[in-house]
C-alpha cells in the first residue's frame, strides 16, 4: 500500500496509530513499491514470467529499471519524450589529474564527444521506410494497428553513457504526430512482433483493474486500518480470481457453431484445434464436484419457500459450479 509522504509527519503519529499501520514502516515511493513486488514474485517462482511493462512514471526511474534488469528480466517501459540518447557510446575520462586546474574526482563524457540528443529529436528525422505497420492485438471494434520503428542506442544516465537499449517508437495510424517512446533491455535476438506483443500486454492488465472495481468492488471500501485495507483487497483480487477461473471453465464450447460435422469429442476435431483450445476443453471439472446455489433471495423467503413454488426461487438464483482454486 502506498502512503503520501506527508503521512510520516509528526503532527500525523495520532491517526498513524489509529489506523494501526506498523511502526516498522517507512515512506516508499511507487516505483520502489513495485520492485519489491517483482523481487518478491521471482523469489517465490511460483508465476513463471519474463517481461515487466510500465508507463513512464517508472520508465524514468533508473531505479526502477536497473533492478528489473538485475533479475535477468526483460523490460518494456515507456518514457518521457526528452529522455536523452547517444547514437554511439562516447569516450569517458576517469577521474585523475587534468591538465589545469584541480583534479578529476569523477568521470565524465570527453569535451569532444558529440552531445546526447532527446528522443524526440532522435525520431523526427526518421524516413518512412523505418516505420512499419503491426496489428498489436484484437479489440472489441476491430484490430488495433499502429506503426512502429526500432533503433539501438545508448541511454544517458547520470551524465554518463547506460547501457546500450532497444528504443521503441509507436504512432497511431490516424494521428501519426503523436509518438510513444518505449525502451528496453531484450536481447538483440529479440524480433519486433515481441516488441510488439510487449506493448498492448498494459491493457488486459488495466482492463482486470477496471474488472474487478466493477465486478467484485475493489474500490468499494471504507477501511479505516492498515489490515482491513489488505483484508478487502485479498478478498476482491480472490474473487476476481474465482470468477476469472469461472468464465474459462464455462464458457461456450469451442465449435458449438462449427458447420462441419465433426463433434468436439471427434480426434479429427481435436486434430484441427489450437493446443489452447484443447487444454480448456480438457480442463473439465471433476465428477465428484457437486453443483451449489448462491441464493440472491432473502433468507427468510428460501426457509419459508414450499416444495411447489421452489422451482419459482431457483429460477432467481445462480446456480454455479463448485471449483477448487
Known sequence: MYLP??????????????????????????????????????????????????????????????????????????????????????????????LLGRPRLYPRVVRSAPAAREIREISQPLPSSAWRRYTIR?????????????????????????????????????????????????????????FVWASGMRWPIETALEEAKGEVGMDHYETRTWRGWHHHMAQTFAAHLFLMRLRLLLKKKFGAHDRSSARPHCPSYRGRMPATWRHHLNDSLSPTEKLCRLLFSPQADAQKASPSNLKTLIARNLVVMKVSL
Not at 533508473?62 to 562516447?90: C, H, M, N
Not at 484484437?138 to 512502429?148: K, N, S
Open 138 to 194: 484484437e479489440g472489441g471494434r476491430g484490430p488495433l494497428v499502429a506503426e512502429f520503428a526500432f533503433r539501438r542506442l545508448v541511454i544517458v544516465q547520470d551524465k554518463l553513457p547506460g547501457e546500450r537499449v532497444w528504443v521503441i517508437l509507436r504512432r497511431g495510424l490516424s494521428s501519426p504526430e503523436t509518438v510513444k517512446y518505449y525502451i528496453s533491455n531484450a536481447p538483440v535476438s529479440c524480433s519486433p512482433a515481441q
Open 5 to 98: 509522504q506527508s503521512w510520516f509527519e509528526k503532527e500525523n503519529q495520532s491517526r498513524w496509530r489509529a489506523s494501526e499501520i506498523p511502526n516498522e514502516v517507512v515512506f516508499r515511493t511507487e516505483p520502489e513499491l513495485a520492485l519489491d513486488m517483482i523481487r518478491a514474485l521471482t523469489r517465490r517462482a511460483v508465476v513463471p514470467y519474463q517481461w515487466v511493462t510500465a508507463d513512464e512514471h517508472f520508465g524514468q526511474n533508473p531505479a526502477f529499471v536497473q533492478g528489473i534488469s538485475a533479475l535477468g528480466k526483460w523490460y518494456l517501459v515507456e518514457v518521457p519524450a526528452d529522455t536523452r540518447f547517444w547514437s554511439r557510446r562516447p569516450a569517458i575520462e576517469l577521474p585523475g589529474q587534468g
